[in-house]
């Protein structure tokens, strides 16, 4: 019994201790279906990545039409479509 318990132990802390690459991050973020946030938003919810980390995966991923930017700098505000 204490080895499935080590088991299930070791198999949860690998799964939240992974690192999310730019795409798993943006297809998390999508599916909050929050309609409008920002840069700081975004970092809010992945608090290890870096600010320049976060402003390439919201540029990416109006890149590839998941949200639409509206504004400059730090004005910005992403709107998903």
Known sequence: ML?????????????????LNEKDRLEYYVSLN?????????MGIF???SSATA?????KGAELDLF????????TIYRLK
């Not at 070791?10 to 799964?15: P, Q, T, Y």
């Not at 639409?68 to 004005?75: D, Q, V």
Request: cysteine-free; glycine content about 2%; aromatic content about 8%.
């Open 3 to 19: 080895n499935v318990i080590d088991i299930s132990i070791s198999e949860l802390l690998d799964f939240n201790n992974r690192t």
């Open 34 to 42: 929050k309609t409008e946030f920002t840069r700081k938003d975004y």
């Open 47 to 49: 608090k290890d990545i």
């Open 55 to 59: 402003s390439r995966d919201l540029k």
């Open 68 to 75: 639409e930017k509206i504004g400059e700098k730090n004005k």
